[in-house]
């Protein structure tokens, strides 16, 4: 079972270099979220996706913009990186039932310089 | 949102028990109390949940309060692997907007274990 899949997932970026995280997930979830991790911290929310078609802003929106592409994707875009962003950015995807359990992909460790 | 509040850090001797508390004084009769944990270098993984009564599986029990204002994560005998940061949420489910269906993790709580 693949569950929640990240790619990539290290990647290092110049200042003003842009580019997309994709998260894909393979249990018919209609919920999913991005969530960025800086050292030592707990989870941000920066966006989130209820179900296919409605995306929604979480705690740190800005710098980010994200598209859920079908019920499986859910991308991350940074159009503009900055070293503020370097971050261990998760992935999440849930069932809408308040009952039922999260599932996390790795994470992708970005460095922008 | 209805907030959680949990202890910064804790520690436990291996293979004794360790009791994780977390405060959730504005919880909502329709909040399931989960909890995660995220060990090093992953992402964090489900535990458990629970509504009103204890619940127990393979990885831990939850005790909840009568008032459900608190709860706690129980780990019955700590081994090494358990060393991790254990978070406390809230999800409703009845929820009233877009807005409901955030999952919103605070900091949690490091737990350290003692060979």
């Known amino acids: 079972n693949a569950g929640v899949t990240q790619t990539p997932k290290f990647q290092v970026l110049k200042t003003g270099q842009s580019m997309t995280l994709q998260c894909a997930q393979d249990m018919n979830h209609n919920s999913m979220y991005w969530y960025r991790q800086d050292p030592g911290m707990g989870l941000r929310l920066i966006y989130y996706s209820a179900s296919e078609g409605t995306t929604d802003k979480g705690e740190v929106p800005n710098g980010y913009n994200v598209s859920r592409l079908n019920k499986r994707e859910f991308s991350l875009r940074l159009e503009s990186a900055a070293p503020s962003q370097t971050s261990v950015y998760f992935c999440a995807s849930s069932h809408l039932r308040a009952n039922t359990e999260a599932f996390f992909g790795q994470g992708t460790r970005l460095t922008v310089v | 949102d209805a907030k959680t509040t949990q202890p910064n850090s804790m520690e436990s001797n291996e293979e004794e028990p360790v009791h994780l508390p977390c405060n959730h004084s504005t919880i909502s009769g329709t909040d399931y109390i989960h909890w995660y944990r995220q060990l090093p270098s992953q992402g964090p993984e489900y535990v458990i949940h629970?509504?009103?009564s204890n619940v127990n599986n393979r990885m831990a029990s939850l005790a909840i309060a009568e008032d459900r204002k608190s709860s706690t994560l129980i780990l019955h005998r700590a081994t090494l692997r358990d060393a991790a940061v254990y978070y406390c949420i809230l999800r409703d489910s009845a929820p009233s907007g877009a807005g409901s269906y955030q999952l919103t993790f605070g900091k949690g709580t490091k737990l350290s274990v003692i060979p």
């Open positions: 629970g509504l009103t």
